[in-house]
């Protein structure tokens, strides 16, 4: 028996589940206890040719971009910006975190904040430029018919 379309989760749905998971990993990064495990962790995942400090600087600057892409296609009544203004402080609140817990052994950036917000505002940007482009699609679609 095929499902039909009631049968499945809507996307919106998926995409804020999506969102609210990945806010969960966020979280764990942010308040992961070692900050020589966050480096090892970086130096494993990070692109292989970077230096490790190159390899920090790219994974801050992609670190909250699924976030809010994420959240501004699961949220569409929520303008984008608001999204990317979001992650912005969502990276504020992750440094500010780090600073008042040393016990973290974290060392807390303005650079990690500037990169955290200028992914916070790609991935945003990136929902943005989605949304336009599925409805030119679909608008042409229903133009053809």
Do not use: H
């Amino acid at each position: 028996m095929p499902a039909s379309a009631t049968d499945r989760p809507a996307p919106g749905r998926v995409l804020r589940v999506l969102a609210a998971a990945y806010c969960g990993v966020v979280l764990v990064a942010v308040l992961w206890p070692s900050g020589a495990d966050v480096s090892a962790f970086k130096d494993g995942v990070g692109p292989w040719f970077l230096t490790p400090a190159g390899k920090d600087v790219a994974l801050n600057l992609v670190m909250l971009a699924p976030l809010t892409l994420t959240a501004a296609l699961g949220w569409p009544r929520v303008p984008w910006w608001a999204w990317a203004l979001a992650g912005c402080a969502v990276g504020l609140g992750a440094e500010l975190t780090q600073w008042a817990l040393p016990v973290l052994g974290r060392r807390p950036a303005l650079a990690n904040v500037i990169e955290n917000g200028v992914g916070a505002w790609a991935g945003a940007a990136l929902a943005l430029a989605l949304r336009a482009y599925t409805t030119r699609g679909s608008r042409r679609r229903e133009q053809g018919s």
